[in-house]
């Protein structure tokens, strides 16, 4: 059972748009929701997180929205550009315990 | 400088060889992680560890085999029972609960690259 679902599978934007990525888990236990950013051949490292006593965090150009009555989060990522191209990870966990993460989004930033 | 050191980066084995990967960290992290990824299937947990001499496994431990002797070092083991082992091997640690863990964060390795010919 997946317990942190994650779409789109991929997604390409032009330079300068808004990328959103999308995740909803199950587990209300869940107390922290990062996002990880992975280019090819390296290992994913961590680009933001939240935790659901927030509603929204900002870092830079990087937004994470939640939704915790609907169990979602999403990540925004503004003015795109082609340097944030890379493969896009949420994930939750229980701090200290271990992390479920999502599918993955490969996002594509087209100059 | 602190992080998490993987080797070998790229690993080949022929069919019905035991390979072992290595994991090692001085970030004085009790938790420690081993993951799996393949292409559209997202980072599934192949075994984690919240503390020395103890282990557990996750959701794809068949055909792996992990130790935790000392605290800085998590080597994996691909034994030759694991019928696809061809895939990218991720090494992660953070804080564990038995260290009062407060930001939850999960440092990665760079990876190693595992074919089977």
């Known amino acids: 059972q997946q317990q942190v679902k994650q779409s789109p599978q991929s997604l390409i934007v032009q330079k300068g748009g808004i990328s959103i990525i999308n995740c909803a888990y199950e587990?209300?236990?869940?107390?922290?929701f990062p996002w990880y950013q992975q280019f090819p051949g390296k290992g994913p490292a961590l680009l933001i997180a939240?935790?659901?006593?927030?509603s929204e965090k900002k870092e830079g150009r990087f937004t994470i929205s939640f939704n915790k009555s609907a169990k979602q989060f999403s990540l925004h990522i503004m003015d795109s550009q082609p340097g944030d191209s890379a493969t896009y990870f949420c994930?939750?966990?229980?701090?200290?315990?271990?992390?479920?993460f999502g599918t993955g989004t490969s996002l594509t930033v087209i100059p | 400088d602190g992080g998490i050191t993987q080797s070998p980066k790229y690993l080949f084995r022929k069919e019905g060889q035991n390979v072992t990967l290595s994991c090692e960290q001085n970030?004085?992290?009790?938790?420690m992680y081993w993951y799996r990824q393949d292409p559209g299937q997202g980072l599934r947990l192949i075994y984690y560890?919240?503390?020395?001499?103890?282990?557990q496994k996750g959701d794809i431990a068949e055909g792996y085999s992990v130790s935790r002797e000392k605290k800085e070092s998590f080597p994996l083991t691909v034994t030759s029972a694991q019928k696809n082992p061809t895939a990218f091997y991720l090494c992660?640690?953070?804080?564990?609960?038995?260290?009062?863990?407060?930001?939850?964060?999960?440092?990665f390795g760079e990876g190693s690259r595992l074919t089977v010919l």
């Open positions: 587990n209300t236990a869940f107390d922290y």
């Open positions: 560890s919240q503390i020395v001499n103890d282990f």
């Open positions: 970030l004085n992290h009790d938790a």
């Open positions: 992660a640690s953070c804080m564990g609960r038995f260290q009062g863990a407060t930001t939850g964060e999960l440092f």
């Open positions: 939240i935790r659901p006593d927030v």
């Open positions: 994930a939750a966990s229980i701090t200290g315990n271990q992390f479920y």
